[in-house]
């Protein structure tokens, strides 16, 4: 099992629609989960943190659940810019990073 | 605030040749990484630094990489000899100390290996 898993997708999605991720990981002892937004041959950029109790940036939602080791992002009201991979960051014990393989979105008008 | 700087852009050398990574982090951001990204694939941890000390090259193939950071601000990779499969983008990302930190990362380096 890889310690950090993603569905690759690709999720196709209308304008307008709501959308969700998820990322499992491995290791309970993890401490901290990001999400990233990577463009095609461009570098991936922090979309947002991930706190124990959910934190909301707009139309992007991210939760935690450690009891069944998941995190998981939610895109309201898509955009056509939203298209991009999502990559979910896990940093384990000894801030060992690991990156999910990514989910790509599409999202069509 | 400059961000993440990496260089150079683009590179193409043939198998065997050696080639090396620049990367000079954000002011102020003690903790520095290198990562290798395959085409299709998340971006994979070769070596982490706090300040000028290794915190992970677990995943550093040391046979042919290695990497330095000798005062604890810019930072070197290189590679030597390069391989086919070493064809890949290697990105150098900062942060500021601590696992809550998020990394900030630098446009990166898009080596083809011939």
């Known amino acids: 099992r890889k310690e950090v898993e993603q569905d690759p997708g690709p999720f196709n999605v209308p304008e307008g629609a709501t959308v969700a991720f998820n990322c499992t990981y491995s290791?309970?002892?993890?401490?901290?989960f990001f999400w990233y937004r990577q463009d095609c041959r461009k570098e991936p950029k922090l979309l947002m943190s991930v706190y124990s109790s959910g934190n909301e940036d707009g139309r992007f939602t991210a939760q935690l659940n450690r009891a069944s080791q998941y995190i998981s992002l939610l895109i309201r009201d898509s955009k056509l810019s939203d298209s991009a991979t999502y990559l979910c960051?896990?940093?384990?014990?000894?801030?060992?990073?690991?990156f999910g393989a990514g989910t790509r979105l599409f999202v069509k008008a | 605030e400059a961000g993440v700087a990496q260089s150079p852009r683009y590179k193409i050398i043939e198998k065997r040749q050696s080639v090396a990574f620049w990367c000079n982090p954000i002011?102020?951001?003690?903790?520095l990484y290198w990562y290798q990204q395959i085409l299709g694939q998340g971006p994979k941890l070769l070596i982490q630094f706090q300040n000028n000390g290794v915190v992970d090259d677990s995943q550093l193939p040391k046979d042919r990489f290695s990497a330095e950071r000798l005062k604890g601000v810019d930072s070197t990779l290189k590679i030597q000899p390069a391989k086919l499969e070493d064809s890949a983008v290697y990105l150098c990302?900062?942060?500021?100390?601590?696992?809550?930190?998020?990394?900030?990362f630098g446009d990166g380096t898009r080596l083809s290996i011939l």
């Open positions: 960051v896990v940093i384990g014990g000894g801030f060992k990073t690991i």
């Open positions: 002011s102020g951001h003690a903790t």
């Open positions: 990302a900062s942060s500021q100390t601590g696992a809550n930190q998020p990394q900030h």
């Open positions: 290791n309970s002892a993890s401490q901290s």
